[in-house]
C-alpha cells in the first residue's frame, strides 16, 4: 500500500508564506501527475496545483502568481510552496496522486493551512 504523508501546514499570518510538502512511501520518478487540492468548510474539494512527470505546471486561477508547485524525484516528494497568503486559502490541502502506481488514485491524509487576517 503505498502512502502519501503531507506536512508542513500551520497557522501564519495573511502576508505570509508557507511550504507544504507531499512524501510518497514509493518512488515517484514514473507518476504521471501529481497534485494538490484544498477543501474549506463548508466547501467543495478543489484543485489547486498540477506537475507533470516532466515539470510542466498548471495553477488554478485564485493561486496563479503566488504558489509554486514542484518535485523532487530523488526524495520521492512534491512541494507547494504558498506565498502572498490570505484567509481565503485557509483550508486542508491533500496531495494526490491520480493513475498513479498500478493504476489506482492516491490521497494524502491531508495538512491544514490556517490564514489569520
Known amino acids: 500500500q503505498v502512502q502519501l504523508v503531507e506536512s508542513g501546514g500551520g497557522l501564519v499570518q495573511a502576508g505570509g508564506s508557507l511550504r507544504v510538502s507531499c512524501a510518497a512511501s514509493r518512488s515517484i520518478f514514473s507518476i504521471n501527475a501529481m497534485a494538490w487540492y484544498r477543501q474549506a468548510p463548508g466547501k467543495q474539494r478543489e484543485l489547486v496545483a498540477v506537475i507533470t512527470r516532466g515539470g510542466i505546471t498548471n495553477y488554478a486561477d485564485f493561486v496563479k502568481g503566488r504558489f509554486t508547485i514542484s518535485r523532487d524525484n530523488a526524495k520521492n516528494t512534491v512541494y507547494l510552496q504558498m506565498n502572498s497568503l490570505n484567509p481565503e486559502d485557509t483550508a486542508v490541502y491533500y496531495c494526490?496522486?491520480?493513475?498513479?502506481?498500478?493504476?489506482?488514485?492516491?490521497w494524502g491524509q491531508g495538512t491544514q493551512v490556517t490564514v489569520s487576517s
Open positions: 494526490h496522486a491520480p493513475r498513479a502506481w498500478g493504476g489506482r488514485d492516491y
